[in-house]
């Protein structure tokens, strides 16, 4: 079991080593933020990602997991099929992301007054238009090197993204350059290039390595067009449901991040309070609480190649010892972490973010880690089986339900209201999601 699962771990280790070190860069960065641009233009910044997940769940997401999927499929058996799926997902994935970001540059204006209800959000969004392209690229990639579960390149270009943000935002203030929220999008468009960039030469290297095998190798001569053609057909009827998924879950998502600022509003608080207290909620407090998912969430992402693959080749066994040393290790950590941040919550938010409430919400948040972490093991599990219905289902159950709170209960308690509406969907979504393993015998 071990020797099958030593790609696993050690990709695990390569991701969760660069993600340690991302966080903990990502940790200076916000804090660095929040001094530079306070409270108030951070939740401004957090509030234009709504319109980016949106993006990616159209030309991001369902890709890397198409690319990762179909190249631990094919990769030993028919390589030459792995590269014409990677091909044709890039192509796919880069037209999608070029129709996103125009239709943003058409109607950024409607998007922040109708859709984001600020209409300070205006001037942000061309910026992000022009990032999608770049990461509709960068993940198409990772998900080829995903599947044939070599973490070494996604590591190191997430960490090259986020080392690339700090340094350009350092070479503003050394210029003495007046600082705002918009030269914090700007870093987030030069993060998104580097690692585009950076992953894109991999390839390319990995060519000119390949050069005595061009069959083999993911940008080798001519293929007919008829593999490719299959190989959209392919791609699209496992994308489709995935987007669709995800469209509707960060169409959700984005409606409930919209609503948090204005629904604290109508509980008596001004925009400024309320801004502030969204951008401490979701750029400080939540920075701190997914922490822990540079572990869990690259053991997630290099375990549902494998559990495809061994689904492929009907390893039940493997599958079911594999989900269960997981799901055992993710909830010891989730504990240990709901211990620290209960225990230091506060102390560790009123060091890094001094006169905000970030110390308070970790504290309170704390109590999410074990169900958190367990839901991104329980998703990626199912993932690998093709089971993308029954994860849409209990990630749409979890949503409602914290959408509904939002809607009609944090405008009359506030919110404290949201930190329950967290815990309860998440609960949910856990239960659910290890019921349908039991009934899969995944689990006994």
Same mark, same amino acid.
């Given at each position: 079991?071990?020797?099958?699962?030593?790609?696993?771990?050690?990709?695990?280790?390569?991701?969760?080593?660069?993600?340690?070190?991302?966080?903990?860069?990502?940790?200076?960065?916000?804090?660095?933020?929040?001094?530079?641009?306070?409270?108030?233009?951070?939740?401004?910044?957090?509030?234009?990602?709504?319109?980016?997940?949106?993006?990616?769940?159209?030309?991001?997401?369902?890709?890397?997991?198409?690319?990762?999927?179909?190249?631990?499929?094919?990769?030993?058996?028919?390589?030459?099929?792995?590269?014409?799926?990677?091909?044709?997902?890039?192509?796919?994935? +880069?037209?999608?992301?070029?129709?996103?970001?125009?239709?943003?540059?058409?109607?950024?204006?409607?998007?922040?007054?109708?859709?984001?209800?600020?209409?300070?959000?205006?001037?942000?969004?061309?910026?992000?238009?022009?990032?999608?392209?770049?990461?509709?690229?960068?993940?198409?990639?990772?998900?080829?090197?995903?599947?044939?579960?070599?973490?070494?390149?996604?590591? $190191?270009?997430?960490?090259?993204?986020?080392?690339?943000?700090?340094?350009?935002?350092?070479?503003?203030?050394?210029?003495?350059?007046?600082?705002? +929220?918009?030269?914090?999008?700007?870093?987030?468009?030069?993060?998104?290039?580097?690692?585009? +960039?950076?992953?894109?030469?991999?390839?390319?290297?990995?060519?000119?390595?390949?050069?005595?095998?061009?069959?083999?190798?993911?940008?080798?001569?001519?293929?007919?067009?008829?593999?490719?053609?299959?190989?959209?057909?392919?791609?699209?009827?496992?994308?489709?449901?995935?987007?669709?998924?995800?469209?509707?879950?960060?169409?959700?998502?984005?409606?409930?991040?919209?609503?948090?600022?204005?629904?604290?509003?109508?509980?008596?608080?001004?925009?400024?309070?309320?801004?502030?207290?969204?951008?401490?909620?979701?750029?400080?407090?939540?920075?701190?609480?997914?922490?822990?998912?540079?572990?869990?969430?690259?053991?997630?992402?290099? $375990?549902?190649?494998?559990?495809?693959?061994?689904?492929?080749?009907?390893?039940?066994?493997?599958?079911?010892?594999?989900?269960?040393?997981?799901?055992?290790?993710?909830?010891?950590?989730?504990?240990?972490?709901?211990?620290?941040?209960?225990? @230091?919550?506060?102390?560790?938010?009123?060091?890094?973010?001094?006169?905000?409430?970030?110390?308070?919400?970790?504290?309170?948040?704390?109590?999410?880690?074990?169900?958190?972490? $367990?839901?991104?093991?329980?998703?990626?599990?199912?993932?690998?089986?093709?089971?993308?219905?029954?994860?849409?289902?209990?990630?749409?159950?979890?949503?409602?339900?914290?959408?509904?709170?939002?809607? @009609?209960?944090?405008? $009359?308690?506030?919110?404290?209201?949201?930190?329950?509406?967290?815990?309860?969907?998440?609960?949910?979504?856990?239960?659910?999601?290890?019921?349908?393993?039991?009934?899969?015998?995944?689990?006994?």
């Amino acid at each position: 079991m071990f020797q099958k699962l030593s790609p696993v771990i050690t990709g695990t280790i390569y991701l969760s080593a660069a993600g340690i070190l991302t966080r903990c860069l990502g940790f200076f960065y916000k804090i660095w933020l929040g001094n530079l641009i306070g409270p108030e233009e951070l939740g401004i910044y957090q509030l234009v990602f709504p319109v980016f997940s949106i993006c990616l769940a159209i030309c991001g997401g369902p890709f890397q997991t198409a690319v990762s999927k179909f190249t631990a499929q094919y990769q030993e058996q028919n390589p030459s099929k792995s590269k014409c799926c990677l091909q044709a997902a890039l192509a796919l994935s +880069v037209l999608f992301a070029i129709f996103c970001a125009a239709f943003i540059l058409l109607f950024h204006k409607e998007i922040s007054v109708r859709f984001l209800l600020n209409e300070r959000t205006d001037r942000l969004l061309p910026y992000i238009a022009f990032s999608i392209p770049l990461s509709a690229i960068h993940n198409c990639i990772t998900g080829w090197y995903y599947g044939q579960k070599k973490a070494a390149v996604p590591a $190191l270009s997430n960490l090259m993204e986020q080392g690339s943000r700090m340094l350009f935002v350092f070479c503003l203030l050394q210029c003495n350059f007046k600082f705002s +929220v918009l030269q914090v999008v700007w870093a987030l468009c030069i993060g998104e290039m580097v690692s585009a +960039v950076f992953t894109a030469a991999a390839c390319l290297l990995e060519r000119k390595r390949r050069k005595s095998r061009q069959n083999n190798t993911i940008f080798s001569a001519v293929v007919p067009v008829k593999p490719y053609i299959g190989c959209v057909k392919e791609i699209m009827l496992l994308i489709w449901p995935l987007t669709a998924n995800r469209l509707i879950m960060s169409l959700l998502q984005s409606a409930e991040s919209v609503m948090i600022p204005s629904r604290l509003i109508l509980s008596g608080l001004t925009e400024q309070t309320a801004l502030s207290m969204y951008g401490a909620l979701t750029g400080m407090a939540l920075s701190f609480i997914l922490f822990p998912t540079a572990l869990t969430g690259s053991f997630s992402l290099m $375990l549902m190649p494998d559990i495809a693959k061994a689904c492929a080749e009907n390893r039940i066994s493997y599958i079911r010892k594999a989900s269960q040393l997981s799901l055992c290790s993710t909830f010891f950590i989730g504990c240990l972490f709901t211990a620290v941040f209960f225990l @230091f919550g506060e102390s560790i938010g009123n060091l890094c973010f001094p006169g905000t409430l970030a110390g308070t919400y970790i504290r309170s948040l704390s109590w999410l880690c074990p169900f958190l972490y $367990l839901n991104n093991i329980l998703i990626s599990i199912l993932h690998g089986m093709g089971l993308t219905a029954l994860t849409f289902k209990t990630q749409l159950s979890g949503l409602t339900l914290r959408l509904g709170m939002t809607v @009609f209960l944090v405008p $009359l308690y506030g919110m404290s209201c949201y930190f329950i509406a967290l815990l309860g969907s998440q609960i949910l979504m856990c239960v659910f999601n290890l019921y349908y393993l039991y009934q899969l015998r995944v689990l006994h």
